[in-house]
Nanobody, 114 residues
Framework: QVQPVESGGGLVQPGGSLRLSCRSS???????MGWWRQAPGKQREFVVG???????NYEDFAKGRFTMSRDNGKNTVYLQMNSLRPEDTALYYC?????????WGQGTQVTVSL
């Protein structure tokens, strides 16, 4: 297995936006992909998944604020996050949904604070 490379995190004020990217050195076009996050002291939780055909499934806290997309030509998935809240602060990870293709990467830190 290969680790993906997540990027795009940072410090943002409440109400702000960030766009995360996750690049794979493996061909992802046949794989459903997902984003997860882990806040300090909490378990990793699922955020959103996208099928190989582009259909998405969001957790309730992400609906209406987050948008996941994919560019198979670049082996990259994205997570556009708007209206960010302090409770969105976490380390964000991506991976294929089954874990067959990719292992967990290093993640990208998102911090929402004044």
């Amino acid at each position: 297995q290969v680790q993906p490379v997540e990027s795009g995190g940072g410090l943002v004020q409440p109400g702000g936006s960030l766009r995360l990217s996750c690049r794979s050195s493996q061909d992802i076009k046949e794989y459903a992909m997902g984003w997860w996050r882990q806040a300090p002291g909490k378990q990793r939780e699922f955020v959103v998944g996208i099928t190989s055909k582009g259909s998405t499934n969001y957790e309730d806290f992400a609906k209406g604020r987050f948008t996941m997309s994919r560019d198979n030509g670049k082996n990259t998935v994205y997570l556009q996050m708007n209206s960010l809240r302090p409770e969105d602060t976490a380390l964000y990870y991506c991976r294929d949904l089954t874990g067959v293709l990719l292992s967990w990467g290093q993640g990208t830190q998102v911090t929402v604070s004044l």
